[in-house]
Nanobody, 126 residues
Framework: QLQASGGGLVQPGGSLRLSCVGS????????VAWFRQAPGKEREGVSY????????YYADSVKGRFTISRDNAKNAAYLQMNSVEPEDTAIYYC?????????????????????WGQGTQVTVSS
């Protein structure tokens, strides 16, 4: 199971850090991704990090602003969001799966993940 947290209200240009904590002793074997879903839009892949932290991927819309990381000792993954924009407003979900190395090409596909967190709301507004 995954538990996402850290969402909230932030002003444009501000920062926010999302956390995703997994249960179970084998969670470090999983690739982890962050997705988001804005009102009226499809859920989209935001970022991905491999189990060994050797690979990270980002959607073009967040490159240079967001950073994904993980701490396998804590069974946790993070999404540092900097220079946020109103367009970043969405519910953010973390997801995990064991389809490496396929994630190199399919990391942004919803169907590629077996476990999902409950979502945390991020609202960017002045």
């Amino acid at each position: 199971q995954l538990q996402a947290s850290g969402g909230g209200l932030v002003q444009p240009g501000g920062s926010l850090r999302l956390s995703c904590v997994g249960s179970g002793s084998t969670s470090y074997y999983y690739g982890v991704a962050w997705f988001r879903q804005a009102p009226g839009k499809e859920r989209e892949g935001v970022s991905y990090i491999s189990s060994g932290e050797t690979r990270t991927y980002y959607a073009d819309s967040v490159k240079g602003r967001f950073t994904i990381s993980r701490d396998n000792a804590k069974n946790a993954a993070y999404l540092q969001m900097n220079s946020v924009e109103p367009e970043d407003t969405a519910i953010y979900y973390c997801a995990a799966g064991r389809r490496e190395p396929l994630y190199d090409t399919i990391w942004y596909q919803r169907w590629a993940y077996d476990y999902w967190g409950q979502g945390t709301q991020v609202t960017v507004s002045s």
